[in-house]
């Protein structure tokens, strides 16, 4: 995966990383706020040698120093410097957590030695980082004593008591601090912040991974080997204006139909299909949707349209063109009335044939010799049949009733369908000898300047309300209204 890549999942998957980097601010407060808030005093030693003043007395005593002083760093927090200094200071603690607080650095070709001690009272840090400065320079004053035998000498008198070899001098007292050393409001923000980042990213890219659905129309013609036909963008208002008339008609949705329509119509020069069917794998891909505003664009092109609802179990076509449902299919199947008796007429001179009462096994029907009877009687009247019909994976009724049909058209909701679905759904098709002429990709994400780089090009402004004064009964009235 490129750069480029990643930034699209990045941005595709954006609320998530939103969230994770909410996450992480929340948690950068929360350590701020909870935490105690710990001060730090800071002490600092000189070590000494009693060296003469020859220069190389003076050179031999600074090696000497520098030798000394690490080894004095790691006796800072002993409990001989820290046991005396609480009962001095008498401290709320113990001598071994007081050494826990205690800590110490000897710069490199130095002889000197900073003393720090944190404490959540910043005067209490103060003091005692003074008072371990002064035990600790006793101690090591005591340590490098050197210890010989007491004897007399020749003329009676006791030997000189002997000298430490160093001394440890404060060259900088502790003074009580003012800003406290934990927490770091500004750190811990931005630690939280890229842990929050990087969290969100690496959530998304999980996601990604995980994510089986299909994401754009050029993932689904790789996958399928299916012509991409047309890519539907999604549009809010097709809940509410599922047909693309009146002022929807000069929308993106139905350009797209429209383009649907001309790709359909060149897919097959030679052996033009007139009867198509229009299914999806599941249901909620939009195919109902997909089959009428085909059937919509191919009436208003001047091409004589019938749209026939064949999904018995949910039919949709007749609530979406507000048309009659109780008779239609179904009666003609049964022999109950003719298909010119039952047939409906909607917007743009469509002709619709509606599902009609649901029956019990709609499955038989669908794939009966009566049903392939009734599909061709319609192709001789009308140059176009398009024939919605129920959802592949679910139940058995498109199997039955594709081969009947001269060409189907796959229709797959964009970023909801996995690969394994319109997989098995295709495999169904052909496995039947089904015809499959092309995909529908459906209720994609468009760039928000329309058709790629050019922008609202040939769309026509929206016609302003006149008055009218036919009747509300107008048939196109009604199909806009559905």
């Keep these: 995966m490129d750069l480029r890549g990643f930034l699209s999942i990045v941005v595709r998957r954006w609320p998530s990383c939103a969230a994770c980097l909410l996450l992480g601010a929340l948690a950068a407060w929360a350590v701020n706020t909870l ?192 012509p991409p036909l ?26 797209a139909f429209r383009r649907l329509r001309t790709n359909l119509q060149f897919a097959q020069v030679g052996e033009r299909p007139r009867i198509i069917s229009v299914t999806s794998s599941l249901p909620g891909e939009g195919k109902t949707n997909t089959a009428a505003n085909l059937a919509v664009s191919l009436a208003r092109a001047g091409i004589a349209t019938c749209l026939v609802d064949a999904d018995l179990r949910r039919p949709c076509v007749a609530r979406t063109f507000g048309l009659v449902q109780d008779a239609g299919l179904t009666n003609v199947l049964i022999g109950q009335a003719s298909a010119e008796d039952v047939m409906q007429e909607a917007t743009a001179g469509l002709a619709v044939l509606t599902s009609g009462p649901m029956p019990p096994n709609p499955t038989e029907l669908l794939s009966s010799a009566r049903m392939g009877e009734v599909l061709q009687e319609l192709a001789a009247c009308y140059e176009v049949v398009i024939v919605d019909t129920a959802p592949l994976l679910p139940v058995a009724d498109t199997v039955g009733l594709a081969p009947l049909t001269q060409g189907t058209l796959l229709v797959v909701r964009a970023s909801k369908t996995s690969r394994e679905q319109v997989r098995t759904a295709v495999d169904s098709l052909r496995n039947v000898g089904a015809r499959p002429l092309g995909a529908v990709f459906n209720m994609a994400e468009v760039a928000k300047g329309g058709y790629g780089s050019y922008g609202t090009y040939g769309e026509l402004p929206a016609p302003r309300p006149a008055v009218r004064h036919r009747a509300a009964s107008d048939p196109q009235d009604t199909g806009a209204r559905g």
Excluded: C, W
Aim: glycine share 4%; aromatic share 4%.
């Design 230 to 255: 047309a890519t539907i963008p999604f549009d809010n208002d097709a809940p509410l204006h599922p047909v693309t008339v009146g002022e929807a008609a000069h929308s993106p949705r139905a350009e």
């Design 35 to 226: 935490t105690t808030p710990v001060y730090e005093a800071r002490t600092q030693l000189f070590v000494a040698t009693h060296a003469g003043s020859d220069t190389m007395q003076l050179n031999q005593g600074q090696s000497f120093s520098q030798a000394r002083v690490l080894s004095y760093a790691n006796i800072v927090n002993t409990r001989q410097v820290t046991e005396p200094v609480v009962k001095e200071l008498r401290l709320p603690t113990t001598p071994d957590e007081l050494a826990g607080r205690i800590r110490a650095e000897a710069p490199v070709n130095t002889v000197l030695i900073d003393i720090l001690v944190s404490d959540t009272d910043r005067r209490r840090a103060a003091r005692t980082a003074n008072a371990v400065a002064v035990r600790f320079s006793q101690v090591i004053e005591r340590l490098e004593t050197p210890r010989v035998a007491h004897s007399a000498n020749d003329s009676g008198m006791a030997a000189a008591a002997p000298v430490s070899p160093v001394t440890l001098g404060v060259t900088q007292r502790a003074t009580v601090p003012s800003v406290p050393v934990s927490p770091r409001p500004l750190l811990n923000f931005a630690v939280g912040l890229l842990g929050g980042l990087l969290l969100g990213v690496a959530f998304a890219a999980l996601r990604e991974t995980l994510d089986t659905t299909i994401k754009t129309a050029e993932a689904l013609s790789e996958l399928t080997a299916l």
